[in-house]
């Protein structure tokens, strides 16, 4: 499964846009982009998936690159709740394998809002 | 709407004991279920999966085990805990079918002594 790279941790001021990156530059063609975040000691919380279009929900906003090989989780007004470590991942997709939407998370880009 | 229940919230437990988790989901039916363990300050571990009542799929090589007894029950057990045990266990479950996202319970804090 490919592998994902995000910077460690960022800062963002409240109410300002966060863009969080990742890099995920040997991903296949049948791999999804999720991203999912966990605020401290809570489970981790799903936000958005993609495959190559542009994603948009009520909580983020999903940009692809067209070459596929990174991404960028925008939170389009951030507040002090979105505090949290947030943690993209491509998705394993396993021929065949019914249970193959595993998730292997790495270690995540820790975001904190500021006031 | 559908929920996940994970317990209890936190664990002390001895080396050597055995350990139960539970987790139950509601408002869906033939969910995928899944088992992750978080070590302090890093990412979660894929420990189980279930695609179905008695079906486990085991990721990593343990002493902990998983069972399904029933179609949204989870629980994840062991005859003997190590001190490498400690962490933070999640319960997840998912749609079935491809590229479905999963959603994931409180978890459980367990900490050996």
């Known amino acids: 499964d490919a592998k994902t790279t995000q910077p460690t941790s960022m800062d963002c001021a409240e109410g300002r846009a966060a863009n969080l990156p990742c890099n995920h530059s040997?991903?296949?063609?049948?791999?999804?982009v999720y991203w999912y975040r966990q605020i401290h000691s809570q489970g981790p919380q799903y936000i958005i998936h993609?495959?190559?279009n542009n994603e948009t929900n009520e909580m983020a906003s999903l940009i692809i690159t067209e070459d596929r090989k990174s991404s960028t989780l925008i939170l389009p007004h951030a507040t002090l709740r979105d505090t949290a470590v947030y943690y993209c991942i491509v998705r394993v997709g396993g021929l065949g394998n019914n249970a193959g939407n595993m998730l292997t998370f790495g270690g995540g880009t820790r975001l904190m809002v500021k006031p | 709407s559908q929920t996940i229940h994970q317990w209890p919230a936190t664990l002390v437990q001895p080396v050597g004991s055995p350990l139960s988790l539970e987790c139950t989901v509601e408002?869906?039916?033939?969910?995928?279920l899944y088992w992750y363990r978080q070590a302090a300050g890093r990412g979660l571990q894929l420990l189980f999966y279930s695609v179905g009542i008695g079906q486990i799929s085991s990721e990593v090589p343990q002493n902990l085990s998983a069972s399904r007894p029933q179609d949204r029950q989870f629980i994840l057990s062991s005859k003997k805990l190590l001190l490498s045990d400690s962490g933070f266990y999640l319960c997840?479950?998912?749609?079935?079918?491809?590229?479905?996202?999963?959603?994931f319970g409180d978890g459980t804090r367990l900490s050996i002594l």
């Open positions: 993609g495959l190559k």
């Open positions: 040997t991903i296949s063609g049948n791999e999804y």
């Open positions: 997840a479950w998912s749609v079935q079918g491809m590229f479905q996202p999963q959603h």
């Open positions: 408002g869906t039916s033939n969910p995928n």
